[in-house]
């Protein structure tokens, strides 16, 4: 655990299972103590067998102690002798950082398939049409949809460090485009799933981006 306030791992639970010969809840005597070098951080009394869960916040006298501390569960029954249970727990004093991964492509690399909607069809992407790399839609009537004359789309796999990111959570994607040419209404959207618009806005000429979307 990493007792510093950043969501990730700031508490530990620890569950309480006892067992005893007869069914149901009965009365016991008992201690959770966790300790760090033999010395107790914090308890916990047990009254009975019936199933208890602890949380501790890491803190040791009120501060963050890096290390290994043990939890040590006994417990006794009416007639029984004390049960002693123990499991070690290391605490780090790390912190999570924000990290920002950048990855750049070619409009021709994404925006790989077109669809029109025109009266003739005769709406179309051309890639690499001004410069290498970029793409070119041509659109024309809307036909098929009342105010939708063509649709193309593409396709961003998330970079495998930003997916392994994701086991401290809080991870985020971005997309940042450069619109060069513009004429009529063009509404760009990204999502994490096909058709998705989570994200939309109608497209403007330069550089624009339209907020994050957590990772999938």
């Known amino acids: 655990m990493f007792p ?10 620890a569950t309480v299972t006892p067992t005893s010969s007869v069914s149901g809840s009965v009365p ?9 070098g033999g010395k107790t951080v914090t308890s916990w009394k047990l009254t009975s067998t019936a199933k208890r869960t602890f949380t501790w916040g890491g803190r040791n006298n009120g501060s963050i102690k890096p290390g290994t501390y043990v939890v040590t569960v006994s417990i006794k029954g009416p007639e029984g002798t004390t049960k002693t249970a123990s499991k070690s727990l290391t605490v780090g004093s790390k912190k999570l ?19 029109a909607f025109d009266y003739s069809y005769d709406g179309a992407c051309y890639r690499n049409w001004g410069v290498a ?43 940042t485009t450069t619109w060069g040419y513009l004429y ?10 096909e058709m998705g618009t989570a994200k939309s806005a109608f ?14």
């Open 133 to 175: 790399g970029d793409v070119f839609c041509d659109a024309y009537d809307a036909y098929d949809y009342d105010s939708l004359a063509l649709i193309s789309q593409g396709k961003i796999t998330v970079p495998a460090d930003v997916v392994a990111a994701q086991k401290f959570g809080g991870t985020t994607v971005k997309l």
């Open 4 to 13: 510093v306030k950043d969501g990730y791992r700031d508490s530990v639970k």
């Open 28 to 36: 016991a005597t008992g201690t959770v103590k966790i300790t760090h």
């Open 184 to 193: 009529g209404d063009t509404l760009w959207a990204y999502d994490t799933k």
């Open 203 to 216: 497209a403007k000429k330069g550089t624009q981006a339209l907020g994050a979307l957590k990772a999938p």
């Open 97 to 115: 950082v924000t990290k920002t991964a950048t990855r750049q492509y070619k409009a021709s690399a994404v925006m790989k398939t077109y669809t």
